[in-house]
């Protein structure tokens, strides 16, 4: 057997028990595939990352002027039917992520890991003209509680303000402020 018919197969089955979360695990590497084209597509060239050493990057694509992007699908909504932005990841709790890093148990990013977020937000996850991006400079999502970290949650304040940004307008705030 294939995999390729193995990962179709898992994922027509977490569709059909309606688990987004696990889709979303499924699909990752499409979305930061998705996101690449959509970028480039709006004339902002970009390439995956990629490190032989599994603790040095936590970005997925940077472009050519080194913004460094970290993509995250999240099909999930709140009973509202608002995207459900969540930002906890599941590293280990090593020494380099010990202390507020970690203090609910998951680890936060640190703002210093990426300069931008982009969500992935599908409607129908079998068509991509469905798929919505929504990108928030990594700065905007600081925790104001636990400073040097990231939101685990992303309120709906920074999810409308943001919302009204096209992706070249937030990557040319992004730019301005890297000046």
Not at 118 to 126: A, E, Q
Not at 136 to 161: A, F, M, Q, W, Y
Request: hydrophobic fraction near 30%; glycine fraction near 4%; proline fraction near 2%.
């Amino acid at each position: 057997m294939k995999t390729h018919n193995l990962l179709l197969e898992s994922f027509e089955r977490k569709l059909q028990e309606g688990n987004t979360k696990d889709v979303s695990k499924i699909l990752q590497f499409a979305y930061e595939e998705y996101v690449k084209y959509k970028l480039n597509e709006n004339n902002i060239i970009c390439n995956f990352a990629y490190s032989t050493n599994k603790n040095d990057l936590s970005f997925d694509l940077i472009t050519n002027d080194n913004i460094r992007i970290q993509v995250k699908g999240r099909a999930a909504t709140t009973s509202s039917g608002r995207p459900n932005l969540h930002m906890e990841n599941t590293r280990r709790v090593s020494g380099k992520n010990k202390g507020n890093s970690s203090k609910s148990g998951h680890v936060s990013y640190g703002t210093d890991e990426h300069d931008v977020v982009i969500f992935v937000l599908p409607k129908d996850f079998s068509d991509t003209a469905t798929w919505e991006c929504l990108a928030i400079p990594t700065k905007n999502l600081e925790d104001p509680n636990n400073k040097g970290r990231l939101v685990r949650s992303v309120s709906t304040k920074i999810i409308d303000t943001w919302s009204q940004y096209s992706i070249n307008q937030v990557f040319d705030m992004i730019r301005e402020k890297n000046k």
